[in-house]
C-alpha cells in the first residue's frame, strides 16, 4: 500500500512568487492534514479536512495561504505571495475516520523563500 | 488546551545504553499521546501510542513508554541503544477518541555514540 506522498520534495521561490504544494493522501483515508515545521520551531497544526470539506482551519497563519481538497481525494496548500517567514518543512499526513487519531505522514516539503 | 514539553533538545547515549527522552504533556481532556520519529530525509513514523487501554505501551523497534497520569509524563524507553536509533523523536498529544490534529514537542535529537 502507497504511503502519503507529497510533490514537490523541495521548492526555492523567490519572496512574493506563489507556490503550490500537493498531497496524495493514502487511498481511503478521509482524515488530511497539513502541518509545517518552521526551523527550530515545533511541528505545527495547519488544517485539518474531513473528504472535502474543512474541518478545522484554525492553524492557517494568514490569508496568502488557501488549502483545497477536490473531491476529497489529494489536496493542494497554495501561498501567495510567498514571503520569508513562510520558509520550512510542510508535512501532508492522513487518517481513517475514527481510527484512533493515527496520522500517517508523507515526507514533507522543504519550502526555501528568498 | 492542550501542550507538551520535551526535555533535551539533544541527547547523546552510548550505543548498548539505555535510551530514555522525558515527555511532559498537559491536557484539559484524556489525551491520546503519540511518539513520533523523523530519520533523515525521512517523514514522521509513528512509534507508539497511548489511548487508555494499558499505561506501559510497546511500540517498534523495541521502544516502550509508559503513561503516568501523576506525574503528567510520557517518557520514552529502549533498554539498549542501536546506531540505527539516531533520530529526531517527537512527543505528541491529541484528543481521545477524536479525529483532531496532534499538538508536538518541539522534539528531541538522539545521537549514539560509538
Known amino acids: 500500500e502507497a504511503g502519503v506522498t507529497q510533490f514537490p520534495s523541495h521548492s526555492v521561490i523567490e519572496k512574493g512568487q506563489t507556490v503550490t504544494l500537493r498531497c496524495d493522501p493514502i487511498?481511503?483515508?478521509?482524515?488530511l492534514y497539513w502541518y509545517r515545521r518552521v526551523m527550530g520551531k515545533e511541528i505545527k497544526f495547519l488544517l485539518h479536512f474531513v473528504k472535502e470539506s474543512k474541518q478545522d482551519e484554525s492553524g492557517m497563519p494568514n490569508n496568502r495561504f488557501l488549502a483545497e481538497r477536490t473531491g476529497g481525494t489529494y489536496s493542494t496548500l497554495k501561498v501567495q505571495p510567498a514571503e520569508l517567514e513562510d520558509s520550512g518543512v510542510y508535512f501532508c499526513?492522513?487518517?481513517?475516520?475514527?481510527?484512533?487519531?493515527?496520522?500517517?505522514f508523507g515526507p514533507g516539503t522543504r519550502l526555501t523563500v528568498t | 488546551a492542550q501542550s507538551v514539553t520535551q526535555l533535551g533538545s539533544h541527547v547523546s547515549v552510548s550505543e548498548g545504553a539505555l535510551v530514555l527522552l522525558r515527555c511532559n504533556y498537559s491536557s484539559s481532556v484524556p489525551p491520546y499521546l503519540f511518539w513520533y520519529v523523523q530519520y533523515p530525509n525521512q517523514g514522521l513514523q509513528l512509534l507508539l501510542k497511548?489511548?487508555?487501554?494499558?499505561?506501559l505501551v510497546k511500540g517498534i523497534n523495541g521502544f516502550e513508554a509508559e503513561f503516568k497520569k501523576s506525574e503528567t509524563s510520557f517518557h520514552l524507553t529502549k533498554p539498549s541503544a542501536h546506531m540505527s536509533d539516531a533520530a529526531e523523536y517527537f512527543c505528541?498529544?491529541?484528543?481521545?477518541?477524536?479525529?483532531?490534529?496532534?499538538?508536538f514537542g518541539k522534539g528531541t535529537r538522539l545521537h549514539i555514540l560509538p
Open positions: 487511498s481511503g483515508h478521509d482524515n
Open positions: 505528541a498529544v491529541s484528543k481521545l477518541y477524536r479525529d483532531d490534529k496532534i499538538i
Open positions: 497511548y489511548t487508555s487501554a494499558a499505561t
Open positions: 499526513a492522513s487518517s481513517q475516520l475514527s481510527g484512533g487519531n493515527e496520522q500517517y
